[in-house]
Structure formats: structure tokens, C-alpha cells
């Protein structure tokens, strides 16, 4: 049987960046859901009564994010659209109840989420209920949480980096992939030499490739792992 992974994503484009190359790889072989929390726009609007403009932004990022997905070969989603920048207004067991459900639900092996060491609050909001809503217990599935870093967020968290200790191997095919899905976020696509370009997103990969003693790779911290 397929192995169920759920990642577990602040906004539309963080699972992506966190892990595209690793959907493209593991795709055939899992059985990939992901979820939304936040909508990743109303944070931009200064003019939060704007309320019209802001729900078609949030429409057209959605769309983006599920052309994304298509592109990855993902069909599973949900959008919970909660207030971009502002889960820290929510209370956070409302946000594990989402996630718990999901998790109920899904029964996944692996999960993917946000790192804790980020400079993003909702990123690191969703780690902690990620935390909570897949703490162990008789009925849950889980064998595997990692969490992933996110390009110009997580590495700017100068205090307290990013560490990784696991390294999901990848081909030139998976990280063209993630970049191909990537691009449907056309606000989110950065000039050289910010990160959120091409060149980013693959010098990235070889870093952490050569890490591993490999040409690219993704970089995740494993949190929990069960043998069973």
C-alpha cells in the first residue's frame, strides 16, 4: 500500500518552496495531501474594509496554488483561508482542531510542516499546533514529521538558523518541477538576487545537495520517527 503524506502549509506557495522537489519525487510512490491555513494576501492590504478587492486576491492565489499542485501531480487540497499574518489572533485550538481533523481523516504516515526557526509567525504557529495536533496516541498513523524551510523566510531568521538533518535526494527533473510550480505565484516571483527566483530555488537545492555529497536535495529537520 501507498504511504499517506500530509504537508501541513501556512499559505498557498510555502509547500512548494518547502518541499516541490520532494512531491515530485515521492508522487508516485505516496498518496500527497495538502493543507492551507491561512489565505497568504489580506496581510498585504493596509485597507483591511477593502473587502471585495482582498477576496479576489485571495480567489486568484488559490487558483495559483491549485495549478501549482496540478503541475506537482497533487489532486488532494483544502483551503481553510484563516487570516494571512494573523494567526496569532486565532485561538491556536481552533487551528489544531483543523489540523487534527485532517489528521483523523487522512490517517497519514508523514507529515511535512513549517520549522519552528523562522522569522514567519504564522509559520511558526503552524508548526506548534502541527506539534500538538499530531502528538502520539493510539489512533493516529504517524511514523514521520519533518519540518522544512521556506526561501526568504526561514533563512532570514539570522538568531536562531535552521538546522537540518535529513536530506530528501533529488534529481534536476524534481527541482526544474518545483520551480515550473512555483511560477504559477506570480507575485511571489522575486528579482535576482533575492531568493524567489530560478536561481534561487536551484542554488538552494545544490547547497543542500552537496550537504549530502549529492548534485541537489532538499533540507528538513526530522522531528519525530517511529519504527515500528
Known amino acids: 500500500m501507498k504511504k499517506k503524506i500530509l504537508v501541513v502549509a501556512a499559505h498557498p506557495d ?3 518552496l518547502g518541499c516541490g522537489g520532494t512531491i515530485s519525487k515521492l508522487k508516485k510512490k505516496h498518496l500527497i495531501k495538502v493543507l492551507f491555513l491561512a489565505e497568504g494576501t489580506s496581510c498585504r492590504f493596509e485597507n483591511l474594509f477593502k473587502k471585495k478587492q482582498i477576496q479576489k486576491e485571495i480567489n486568484v492565489r488559490e487558483k495559483q496554488a491549485k495549478k501549482a499542485l496540478k503541475s506537482l501531480g497533487v489532486n488532494l487540497y483544502k483551503f481553510f483561508n484563516l487570516p494571512c499574518g494573523r494567526l496569532d489572533t486565532i485561538p491556536i ?9 485532517e489528521i483523523n481523516t487522512f490517517r497519514p504516515n508523514i507529515i511535512f510542516t513549517h520549522s519552528e526557526n523562522d522569522c514567519n509567525s504564522d509559520h511558526k504557529i503552524i508548526f506548534k499546533s502541527v506539534m500538538m495536533a499530531s502528538r502520539p496516541n493510539s489512533k493516529n498513523t504517524i511514523e514521520e514529521l519533518y519540518s522544512f524551510e521556506v526561501l526568504s523566510s526561514t533563512e532570514w531568521n539570522f538568531s536562531n538558523n535552521f538546522n537540518p538533518n535529513y536530506f530528501q535526494i533529488l534529481n534536476k527533473k524534481n527541482v526544474q518541477d518545483k520551480w515550473k510550480a ?3 505565484f506570480k507575485s511571489e516571483i522575486h528579482k535576482f538576487p533575492l531568493p524567489r527566483t530560478k536561481s534561487g530555488i536551484f542554488n538552494l537545492a545544490k547547497v543542500r545537495g552537496s550537504q549530502a555529497g549529492f548534485e541537489y536535495a ?3 529537520k526530522l522531528i519525530r520517527f517511529f519504527k515500528k
Not at 93 to 101: D, L
Open 93 to 101: 485550538i481552533e487551528i489544531n482542531k483543523k489540523i487534527e481533523s
Open 218 to 220: 532538499e533540507a528538513f
Open 14 to 16: 510555502d509547500d512548494v
Open 182 to 184: 512555483f511560477r504559477h
